[in-house]
């Protein structure tokens, strides 16, 4: 009798299977959210099961602490499958495509195979909003899906609007002189959205394959009744977009930041963790350089996992940054300068970008960095950043003021959303010239520091105060718990 009643209510415990795109801004947030539900968990609440590539688990093991960190979830474990291209694939980020490609393609039967044999069974997936057989498998087997996006509530609601876009022939752009022209049909963002603003694959012809994806994949989520969507954002940051969004999408939970909202569950439940999810080894030793640096003093650069740049790019950075005459924290991640420029001869790369340097006002690190631990060191005042979605939500949380350089997808959004409507820092997207480095990181650490710094800290305090107990964010997760367990029972 006893034993039927225990086995009852093991079998009504939620088990949620969440799976990212295998790539490093995913698998973070994607992390910190299987923690948060773990933690949730806490007493019998809920199963997580986190599925990652084999590739990247493999480097996640190797380079993180996530296996020890993980264990004290006795609800919690980890699940590999295969990502359908070779083990040397994300050296270059072009790649990333293929990767969506192939995964559509040699994935999904494993993965629809895995989904029926997992025991106990799965009773919701989380699945990344970019892969959009996660959520067609969930359908055909019959189980609950949420779609996790791991952009910003702009992006995510430009992508919605694409059909309308280039029905009312506001795409294709029409050329270099077409790209300060305004877009109107993008509701609640008519008053500052320009071409050059757009995802960066509106930059494709209009019947490009990989353009008709994302528009695939963002209006199958509004099928009816549309699937639940998980953002990593916070009221205060894009609060008057995602009003928007719910209008079509009642059920979107803002969470973010995921990784303060994970800090500050931590911390109130008194373990103090470290929160690595790094696919590369991190060199604290860039931590103690800036422990010898005056407060607020350096520019931080980096351009997170996937941006590819060009030598001569590389050299233009490189001799604004010098010339400006800031000190400055550059860390150059392997594979970083594309390959096949290196080939062609051009610009030589200065030695010390090859090589790393450190000296008394600059340091370049060859390698990867503890980003969250860099940008909240005091001594670190400003962030050369592309744009990527974590790396603006970390910059915020740390009360960073930004220069955007924004590579590819929603970082062309990201940048003009920080620099023209919250004014946290400056947008320098389609430029790469050491003149107008120079000028902008002068204007971002000397001219205009305390008009950035003021308006970084009060974001920053909107940010920590979101996943406080009362906060929006925090409030959402309470609402995206019950209702795993409701789609559970
Ligand atoms: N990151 C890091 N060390 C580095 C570079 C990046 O820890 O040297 C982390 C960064 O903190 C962020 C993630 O990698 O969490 C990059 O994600 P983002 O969305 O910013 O950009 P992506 O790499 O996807 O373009």
């Given at each position: 009798?006893?034993?039927?009643?225990?086995m009852?209510?093991?079998?009504?415990?939620?088990?949620?299977?969440?799976?990212?795109l295998?790539?490093?801004g995913?698998v973070?947030?994607?992390?910190k959210?299987a923690?948060?539900l773990?933690?949730?968990?806490?007493?019998?609440?809920?199963?997580?099961?986190?599925l990652?590539?084999?590739?990247?688990?493999?480097?996640?093991?190797?380079f993180s602490?996530?296996?020890?960190?993980?264990?004290?979830?006795?609800?919690?474990?980890?699940k590999t499958i295969?990502?359908?291209?070779p083990?040397?694939q994300?050296?270059k980020?072009e790649?990333?495509?293929?990767?969506?490609g192939?995964?559509g393609?040699?994935?999904?039967?494993?993965?629809?195979?895995?989904?029926?044999?997992?025991?106990p069974?799965?009773?919701?997936?989380?699945?990344?909003?970019?892969?959009?057989?996660?959520?067609?498998?969930?359908?055909?087997?019959g189980i609950?899906?949420?779609?996790?996006?791991?952009?910003g509530?702009?992006?995510?609601?430009?992508?919605?609007?694409?059909?309308?876009?280039?029905?009312?022939?506001?795409?294709?752009?029409?050329g270099?002189?077409?790209?300060?022209?305004?877009?109107?049909?993008?509701?609640g963002?008519e008053?500052?959205?320009r071409?050059?603003?757009?995802?960066?694959y509106?930059?494709?012809?209009?019947?490009?394959?990989?353009?008709a994806r994302i528009?695939?994949?963002?209006?199958e989520?509004?099928?009816?009744?549309?699937?639940?969507?998980?953002?990593?954002?916070?009221?205060?940051?894009?609060?008057?977009i995602?009003?928007?969004?719910?209008?079509?999408?009642?059920?979107?939970?803002?969470i973010?930041?995921l990784?303060?909202?994970?800090?500050s569950?931590l911390q109130?439940?008194?373990?103090?963790?470290?929160?690595?999810n790094s696919?590369?080894k991190?060199?604290?030793?860039?931590?103690?350089?800036?422990d010898?640096?005056?407060?607020?003093?350096v520019?931080y650069?980096?351009?997170g996992?996937?941006?590819?740049?060009r030598?001569e790019q590389?050299?233009?950075?490189?001799?604004?940054?010098?010339?400006?005459k800031?000190?400055?924290?550059?860390?150059?991640?392997?594979?970083?300068?594309?390959?096949?420029?290196?080939?062609?001869?051009?610009?030589?790369?200065?030695?010390?970008?090859?090589?790393g340097?450190e000296?008394?006002?600059?340091?370049v690190?060859?390698?990867?960095?503890?980003?969250?631990?860099?940008?909240?060191?005091?001594a670190?005042g400003?962030?050369?950043?592309?744009?990527?979605w974590?790396?603006?939500l970390?910059s915020?949380v740390?009360?960073v003021?930004?220069?955007?350089?924004?590579?590819?997808?929603d970082?062309q959004?990201?940048s003009r959303?920080?620099?023209e409507?919250?004014?946290?820092?400056?947008?320098m997207?389609?430029v790469?010239?050491?003149?107008?480095?120079?000028?902008?990181v002068?204007?971002?650490?000397?001219?205009?520091?305390?008009e950035?710094g003021?308006?970084?800290?009060?974001?920053?305090?909107?940010a920590?105060?979101?996943v406080?107990e009362?906060?929006?964010?925090y409030e959402?997760?309470e609402?995206?718990?019950e209702?795993?367990?409701?789609?559970?029972?």
């Amino acid at each position: 009798m006893m034993e039927a009643a225990i086995m009852e209510q093991a079998s009504s415990i939620p088990h949620v299977l969440i799976f990212p795109l295998p790539v490093q801004g995913h698998v973070t947030s994607m992390l910190k959210l299987a923690e948060l539900l773990s933690l949730a968990g806490d007493g019998g609440g809920i199963r997580v099961t986190f599925l990652n590539s084999d590739y990247n688990h493999k480097r996640l093991i190797q380079f993180s602490d996530v296996e020890s960190r993980f264990r004290k979830y006795p609800g919690f474990q980890f699940k590999t499958i295969d990502d359908g291209l070779p083990m040397d694939q994300l050296t270059k980020g072009e790649k990333v495509l293929d990767l969506m490609g192939e995964m559509g393609l040699k994935t999904r039967p494993i993965f629809k195979d895995l989904l029926a044999q997992m025991d106990p069974p799965v009773t919701c997936v989380i699945g990344d909003g970019v892969l959009g057989f996660i959520r067609d498998v969930s359908v055909e087997v019959g189980i609950p899906i949420i779609r996790f996006r791991t952009i910003g509530a702009s992006c995510f609601w430009i992508n919605f609007w694409l059909p309308e876009i280039i029905q009312a022939g506001e795409l294709p752009i029409q050329g270099e002189e077409d790209m300060d022209r305004m877009i109107t049909k993008v509701p609640g963002m008519e008053s500052f959205l320009r071409c050059r603003d757009l995802p960066g694959y509106c930059r494709l012809s209009a019947d490009d394959p990989v353009l008709a994806r994302i528009v695939r994949t963002t209006r199958e989520s509004s099928s009816s009744p549309p699937s639940p969507l998980i953002l990593n954002t916070f009221d205060d940051f894009d609060g008057p977009i995602q009003a928007q969004v719910r209008h079509l999408f009642p059920k979107t939970y803002a969470i973010g930041p995921l990784h303060e909202h994970l800090k500050s569950r931590l911390q109130a439940t008194a373990t103090t963790s470290s929160s690595s999810n790094s696919l590369w080894k991190e060199e604290a030793g860039c931590l103690t350089w800036l422990d010898t640096q005056p407060p607020g003093s350096v520019l931080y650069v980096n351009f997170g996992s996937i941006t590819v740049m060009r030598r001569e790019q590389v050299v233009e950075f490189w001799e604004g940054l010098t010339s400006s005459k800031n000190r400055f924290l550059w860390v150059i991640r392997p594979g970083l300068v594309s390959h096949e420029e290196e080939l062609d001869g051009g610009d030589e790369i200065p030695e010390e970008l090859v090589e790393g340097v450190e000296k008394e006002n600059l340091k370049v690190l060859v390698g990867w960095a503890p980003q969250e631990a860099v940008l909240s060191h005091g001594a670190v005042g400003g962030f050369l950043t592309h744009s990527g979605w974590n790396s603006t939500l970390e910059s915020i949380v740390a009360g960073v003021p930004m220069i955007c350089w924004p590579f590819f997808a929603d970082q062309q959004v990201n940048s003009r959303i920080v620099s023209e409507v919250l004014k946290l820092g400056l947008d320098m997207k389609d430029v790469c010239d050491r003149r107008v480095v120079e000028r902008m990181v002068n204007e971002l650490m000397v001219e205009k520091k305390e008009e950035f710094g003021r308006k970084a800290v009060e974001m920053a305090r909107m940010a920590k105060e979101s996943v406080k107990e009362g906060g929006s964010s925090y409030e959402n997760l309470e609402l995206l718990i019950e209702d795993i367990k409701l789609m559970s029972s």
